[in-house]
C-alpha cells in the first residue's frame, strides 16, 4: 500500500512558477512510476507528467518546456516544477505512483488546486 501526499499548490500569477511536491509512503519508491495528473472542472483526467524509475520522463504537449518532473528517491519524493504557468493551467493536481508486477497497481493521492491568475 502506497500513500502519496500533495503539496505545493495554491495561486500563481501568469509567467510567475510554483513548484508541488508528493511524498509517498512505503519502502519501495524508486519501483515506481510516478507522474502528475490534472483536472480542471467540467475537464477529465489528464497526464501533465511522469518519471520512470530510471529517470525516464514524458510530458504533455501543453507543458513541454514550461513544467519539470523530477524524484527523490533518498526523500521519496516526486516534484512538479511549474514555469510560466498560464491560465489554462489552473486545475486540481493529483500525484499517481504505478507498479505493474504481474498486474498494475495504481495510486493516486488527494490532489492540490493550482490556480493561474493575475
Known amino acids: 500500500q502506497v500513500q502519496l501526499v500533495e503539496s505545493g499548490g495554491g495561486l500563481v500569477q501568469p509567467g510567475g512558477s510554483l513548484r508541488l511536491s508528493c511524498a509517498a509512503s512505503?519502502?519501495?519508491?524508486?519501483?515506481?512510476?510516478m507522474g502528475w495528473y490534472r483536472q480542471a472542472p467540467g475537464s477529465q483526467r489528464e497526464l501533465v507528467a511522469d518519471?520512470?524509475?530510471?529517470?525516464?520522463?514524458n510530458y504533455a504537449d501543453s507543458v513541454k518546456g514550461r513544467f519539470t518532473i523530477s524524484r527523490d528517491n533518498a526523500k521519496n519524493t516526486v516534484y512538479l516544477q511549474m514555469n510560466s504557468p498560464k491560465p489554462e493551467d489552473t486545475a486540481v493536481y493529483y500525484c499517481?505512483?504505478?507498479?505493474?508486477?504481474?498486474?498494475?497497481?495504481?495510486?493516486w493521492g488527494r490532489g492540490t488546486q493550482v490556480t493561474v491568475s493575475s
Open positions: 499517481n505512483a504505478r507498479i505493474t508486477i504481474a498486474a498494475t497497481t495504481t495510486y
Open positions: 512505503g519502502s519501495i519508491f524508486r519501483a515506481y512510476r
Open positions: 518519471i520512470t524509475p530510471g529517470g525516464s520522463t
